[in-house]
């Protein structure tokens, strides 16, 4: 979260002055608003039936499947980008690419491909959508982040400041990375390579647990 802040530090920083004064900024604001709310809301009202039922082997690896599948239908589909750039998003889009993130609570889907993919399906750009999916990771993650951590505080305790400190400073640098990479990796392709990876992965998951091989409750 704090890399996709960093590397979009100018934009958020121009949102956070104009909210008083600019209506693009508070468009972009409000549209984040609007899509963050599907997700919030169906995870609490869902979380632990989707934990108790769906937190499992088999679910899992068949949303990978199904997942690449359709990154891949959405690629080989002819469709106009009706969105160039996120300014130019209304509150439906933004509602949309909302209720597309609200498939990522199913265990095995990726909340970066459900929005990046949901936003290529609705209309936007391959940039727009991807960059949407970063800025409405912030809201997201810091709300997941700080639920789980209420949830889960009897179980922190001072030494864990070291490890805790470690994988702050290692998860910025490699989100960073990665942020960076993606950026300039989307410039040029598109996302069926994610695709057979999400389909080849799941496969291998359904195979050995099938077999035994792999004992994925364990």
Not at 127 to 149: C, H, K, M, N, Q
């Amino acid at each position: 979260m704090l890399a996709v802040v960093w590397e979009y530090r100018a934009r958020f920083g121009r949102v956070l002055a104009g909210l008083t004064s600019d209506p693009a900024a508070r468009r972009f604001a409000a549209n984040l608003v609007i899509a963050f709310m599907p997700a919030a809301l169906l995870g609490l009202a869902f979380a632990s039936v989707i934990k108790q039922y769906l937190f499992h082997a088999v679910p899992v690896a068949l949303a990978f499947i199904i997942g690449g599948l359709i990154i891949l239908w959405v690629e080989r589909r002819p469709r106009p980008a009706l969105v160039q750039e996120v300014d130019e998003m209304t509150w439906k889009d933004a509602l949309k690419v909302g209720f597309a993130q609200s498939i990522a609570l199913i265990p095995g889907t990726s909340r970066s491909g459900a929005t990046i993919i949901g936003g290529m399906l609705f209309g936007l750009s391959r940039r727009a959508a991807t960059e949407f999916s970063f800025f409405l990771a912030v809201p997201t993650l810091i709300a997941a982040g700080a639920y789980d951590l209420y949830k889960h505080r009897a179980l922190l305790d001072a030494a864990d400041l070291g490890p805790f400190g470690v994988g702050f400073v290692v998860s910025f640098v490699s989100a960073f990375l990665c942020v960076r990479w993606l950026l300039r990796y989307i410039a040029t392709h598109d996302f069926s390579a994610f695709a057979w990876y999400r389909i080849v992965f799941g496969i291998i998951v359904l195979a050995t647990a099938y077999t035994g091989l792999v004992s994925w409750t364990a």
